[in-house]
């Protein structure tokens, strides 16, 4: 099952407006929040994280927003640059009876325009 | 300084038979994690190791196992290769458990199953 859904596969934006990305969970077991970027032929990078006690956390352009009680998060880049065109994941960490999980979406991936 | 490196870069193996990949954490790390991603899908959690136990594990089958040595490095081995186990391994590295930290990725595996 999906724990982690990001269910816009693509997004496309003008250079210098914002970049919303969104992503739903489902299991109350996740307690720590990530967002990756990914370029080709490279693994993801670290972009930024937010823990279940916060609602935000901001990182220069980066912001994150996080509802608990909707289960649902979001990555907002202000502006945007082109040089931000990649696939973004979006990831959530917790631990259950099996150990530690990190779950991750399937990705949206960014169209930034010049 | 090196990042997580991944040995080795791609792979061609048979339907039933053995692989093990490797990976080396950047120095000083303590975690390793290893992924499974698929085209078109986000990283799949496979194993997390700390300081050398397994602390977490997903939702694959007992021919995958993985192992984490003295110096941190770690391997994943999976046995009686399937078609459907096509895909790049990802190796991502990080100081503590992982998950509630960022994680370092290498640039992954490629294993073609025939």
């Known amino acids: 099952d999906q724990q982690v859904k990001q269910n816009s596969p693509s997004l496309s934006v003008q250079e210098g407006r914002i970049s919303i990305l969104n992503c739903d969970y489902t299991?109350?077991?996740?307690?720590?929040f990530l967002w990756y970027k990914k370029y080709p032929a490279e693994g993801p990078t670290f972009l930024i994280s937010i823990s279940s006690i916060k609602d935000k956390n901001e990182d220069g352009r980066f912001t994150v927003f996080l509802n608990k009680s909707a289960k649902h998060l979001s990555l907002h880049i202000v502006p945007s640059q082109p040089g931000d065109s990649a696939v973004y994941f979006c990831a959530a960490s917790g631990v259950n009876t099996g150990g530690f999980k990190t779950i991750f979406g399937a990705g949206t991936r960014l169209f930034v325009k010049a | 300084d090196a990042g997580v490196t991944q040995s080795p870069t791609h792979l061609i193996k048979t339907r039933g038979q053995h692989v093990t990949l490797r990976c080396s954490p950047i120095?000083?790390?303590?975690?390793v994690s290893w992924y499974q991603q698929v085209l078109g899908q986000g990283p799949q959690f496979i194993f997390q190791y700390y300081e050398k136990e397994e602390r977490g594990r997903g939702n694959f089958p007992d021919r995958f196992s993985a192992r984490q040595f003295p110096n941190y490095s770690s391997e994943l081995n999976v046995n009686a290769l399937l078609l459907g186990d096509s895909a790049l391994y990802l190796c991502?590295?990080?100081?503590?458990?992982?998950?509630?930290?960022?994680?370092?990725f290498g640039p992954g595996t490629r294993l073609t199953v025939l």
């Open positions: 299991n109350s077991m996740f307690d720590y």
């Open positions: 120095s000083g790390h303590k975690s």
């Open positions: 991502a590295s990080s100081f503590a458990s992982g998950g509630y930290n960022e994680q370092f």
